[in-house]
């Protein structure tokens, strides 16, 4: 299985960016996805994750302001962060589950993607 993600870049506070990870080498409508992060210095977080049904849940921080979804047509899901913090700052790596659910672990990894929200 490979995950490829994209759309990391610098974004100053109170902005948006989408990120995209692609997947290849599984039944992806089968799969849990999710976005993690890590920042310099700190463990990695669940930022978001969605079932093989499109159910959704989000790390406090983001609530309200992060939207992930999935194309199973795409084989993809999205990160849309909107009104970005300096604290949003990390690396982040889309995930994926052989299950439907996120419950049981991860089981594959994408290189991460930079964002840096900056004025």
């Known amino acids: 299985v490979q995950l490829q993600a994209s759309g990391g870049g610098l974004v100053p506070p109170g902005g948006s960016l989408r990120l995209s990870c692609a997947a290849s080498?599984?039944?992806?409508?089968?799969?849990?996805m999710a976005w993690y992060r890590q920042a310099p210095g700190k463990e990695r977080e669940l930022v978001a994750s969605?079932?093989?049904?499109?159910?959704?849940d989000y790390a406090d921080s983001v609530k309200g302001r992060f939207t992930i979804s999935r194309d199973n047509a795409k084989n993809t899901v999205y990160l849309q962060m909107t009104s970005l913090k300096p604290e949003d700052t990390s690396v982040y790596y889309c995930?994926?589950?052989?299950?439907?659910?996120?419950?049981?672990?991860?089981?594959?990894w994408g290189k991460g993607t930079l964002v840096t929200v900056s004025s």
């Open positions: 080498g599984t039944i992806f409508s089968s799969n849990a």
């Open positions: 995930s994926g589950s052989y299950s439907q659910y996120t419950y049981y672990g991860m089981d594959f």
């Open positions: 969605i079932t093989a049904g499109g159910s959704t």
